[in-house]
């Protein structure tokens, strides 16, 4: 069977999986823990062959880290099965209870989002985090994972689908697919796929969405700052940005940029640039950060950068940097040059962090806090299937609540809309919620 | 200036004008009502033009009565500024408040979603309305309506536009596009532009959703269902399905399709094509409807249709019908050639009720009571941008709800993420709100 026809079963057993009990929901959660356990030596043997393709293909160590599915990683994943099975129902909520008129009740209740497409790095344990979020929220799924590790995914997939099966789930809610063409084919199923939500390179993501007519949630880039402004605590700053930056510079949420307000610029870029150089980063800055840095020891050299490349990501231990007027030109660089991920101010004033964190147009807006901790498990999320930059729907770290949507239920007695048009019958609007 | 000039403008004003408090945009409010009482003469005067243009024409009397601008809708327009000034803040409610560990606090707060372009029908009262909302939920707004309607739009756009300024909202938070052009202008302001919410013909809106990077809100069809299951009172069916159909079949929440239960198809069918009738309206149906209504007295002829025609919005007083075996077929027809926006079941039983409810994956699901119920104004939500029949963001009736979004605040004293990565700190939730 091709992949579109597939998915457009899917579909179709789509209301029913919305519908399953969370009980059986939880069930598979639960089947899928054990079966994880219980499989734990061919998911570890399927690995080994990945990790030895990318040996043999001299991928770096830093990325053979996020191939490796191991003990630690198994254990971790079982951990978050049995804490997502403790997370109340996002489905069946009911977000407004009104009478309209006598004996006619509108209610708006939560309900899944239907098919969700997940075109995620390779990772494997993202695989089981990612599977077990659409369950738990009633949605079916079609999973891609990376090329990389195709056999430790093979083998995770046929344990989760067995164990979903086995509690009782329709069998067509979770789909894999396995080779790179079968992503332009999901791209066109937009008549049976509600939303798409790649990980990945910037450059992948842009291409999802600008090939599809799906919607879809996510983020292409993570240009995140890190303001300095006048009133700073310096030594926090230097602590904040260190992290922000050195900490785990791979990462969408690693910040990209420095801002530094001009009155506190002479005395605290030397700081900022020792603090970056001892966990091996370098700064690259406008003339006037390479002038202020000129002649300082134990730095590494300052590259002279242009504005334009102030939009860069770099993931890498290197970092933009600029001397600002104020807390009003930062908010006017990062709104301009940003990916309104997550940007961080440091300062001890309240008026100016309530500028910063009121006009920054970002999905994380922070005070004194390093920006890593934009994440759907330090949210307190259980998980999180990615990131949003967009401002619809799920903005930030997206978790359970970013995958359902909610419907309008409206229950009467043989109500008509007539009486009302002619001003005979008027709604009584009671909240009954 | 040119538009997309323009809208870059206004995309660097929207932070101050998510800034704006309440008082000010509820002063916006009141000033646009006075504004429109004292102006009332030449907004008068320039509608005029606009219906001697349209009378010249030759356009329809139903659609005539769309153009009109006159003392009862500005009455109207009056009465739902004022009620709009006296519903809750849309925006700054806190939605999350949580400690993730001592001293770091995350809350999640609502914020305008930014720069809002709204294409509309030529309706004056539509550019009242959808503006109105637009200032209360703190959002910038590019208005562009339909060109029958030219000279009343200039008018009220000024009055609007003048009254906003006076209450000290930022100049640049409403823009009105007046030329066809400048819809396709709009539609590439990908970067500065966060929304688009077409509404008008499926064509247009089609066309909207087929030629922009922008994320897109509204519906492109309406094809509303009536399903009567065999424990419904007839009579009540007739009278829910009557009023659907007829009581303003030009709108989309108008039903589209009748589906009749097998087991009281030939006891109901007569009941309900009679009912229809006496509107003036007609039912278009399979063979088995053609069959069951042949030789009935007092109703026009039942015209035979395919199965691909059921997917129709006739927008008239016509409907489609068809014979099915029980709730099961009547959801797999409506989830098949819906469109997701709003259908109906009349029925006694309850579990009959339940399962269409909940199976049936539209924005609305509606039992005993007529689809012209879904509407923001008659849900109580002061009035509607549009109705979504799409899964993300907001879905069915769209009022001020639809127009925010959130972003992430976190407050801490320092803190970094290394400690929490290696075991040495761990979070410790306490929920806050």
């Known amino acids: 069977m091709d992949m579109r026809e597939s998915i457009h079963r899917m579909k179709l057993e789509a209301p029913a999986m919305a519908a399953s009990p969370l009980e059986q929901r939880n069930r598979a959660l639960e089947l899928i823990a054990q079966a994880l356990e219980a499989n734990a030596?061919?998911?570890?043997?399927?690995?080994?062959?990945?990790?030895?393709?990318?040996?043999e293909a001299g991928v770096a160590q830093t990325v053979q880290k996020r191939l490796r599915y191991d003990e630690a990683k198994l254990r971790d994943g079982v951990e978050g099965l049995r804490q997502l099975q403790e997370l109340p129902d996002p489905v069946g909520r009911v977000l407004l209870d009104r009478e309209l008129d006598q004996g006619l009740e509108l209610r708006r209740v939560t309900c899944p989002i239907g098919v969700i497409g997940v075109i995620f790095e390779a990772r494997p344990d993202a695989l089981v985090q990612i599977s077990s979020l659409c369950i738990k929220s009633g949605n079916c799924a079609v999973l891609k994972g990376g090329r990389e590790t195709a056999n430790t995914n093979r083998v995770l997939?046929?344990?989760?689908?067995?164990?979903?099966?086995?509690?009782?789930?329709?069998?067509?809610?979770?789909l894999q697919a396995e080779l790179h063409s079968q992503i332009d084919e999901l791209l066109r199923c937009d008549e049976d796929v509600d939303l798409l939500i790649p990980r990945g390179s910037n450059k992948f993501v842009r291409y999802i969405m600008d090939h599809t007519k799906i919607p879809v949630m996510g983020h292409s880039a993570g240009v995140c700052h890190v303001f300095v402004d006048r009133d700073a605590d310096q030594d926090m700053a230097v602590r904040v940005l260190v992290d922000a930056k050195t900490q785990y510079p791979a990462v969408c949420n690693a910040a990209e940029t420095l801002l530094v307000d001009r009155p506190i610029a002479?005395?605290?870029?030397?700081?900022?640039?020792?603090?970056?150089?001892?966990?091996?980063?370098?700064?690259?800055?406008?003339?006037?950060?390479?002038?202020?840095?000129?002649?300082?020891?134990?730095?590494?050299?300052?590259?002279?950068?242009?504005?334009d490349e102030f939009c860069t990501e770099y993931g890498d231990y290197v970092m933009s940097c600029k001397v600002v007027d104020g807390?009003?030109?930062?908010?006017?660089?990062?709104?301009?040059?940003?990916?309104?991920?997550?940007?961080?101010?440091?300062?001890?004033?309240?008026?100016?962090?309530?500028?910063?964190?009121?006009?920054?147009?970002?999905?994380?807006?922070?005070?004194?806090?390093?920006?890593?901790?934009?994440?759907?498990?330090r949210y307190g999320f259980g998980a999180e299937v990615g990131i949003s930059t967009g401002k619809l729907h799920a903005r930030g770290p997206v978790g359970l609540d970013g995958l359902v949507t909610y419907k309008y239920r409206l229950v009467g007695h043989g109500d008509i809309v007539a009486p009302y048009a002619s001003g005979e019958k008027s709604f009584h609007y009671r909240e009954l919620g």
Chains 1, 2 share one sequence.
């Open 41 to 55: 030596q061919s998911i570890f043997a399927a690995n080994e062959k990945d990790m030895a393709s990318a040996a």
């Open 157 to 174: 997939f046929d344990v989760i689908h067995a164990a979903v099966v086995k509690a009782g789930l329709p069998a067509g809610c979770l």
């Open 266 to 307: 002479a005395e605290f870029l030397p700081k900022a640039a020792r603090g970056l150089a001892e966990r091996g980063a370098r700064l690259r800055g406008t003339q006037e950060v390479v002038d202020l840095l000129a002649g300082e020891e134990g730095i590494p050299a300052v590259e002279l950068m242009t504005d």
């Open 327 to 377: 807390v009003r030109e930062a908010v006017d660089h990062i709104n301009r040059y940003g990916s309104h991920h997550t940007d961080a101010i440091v300062t001890a004033s309240d008026d100016a962090a309530e500028y910063f964190m009121q006009m920054v147009d970002s999905a994380g807006v922070y005070r004194n806090c390093s920006t890593r901790f934009a994440d759907g498990f």
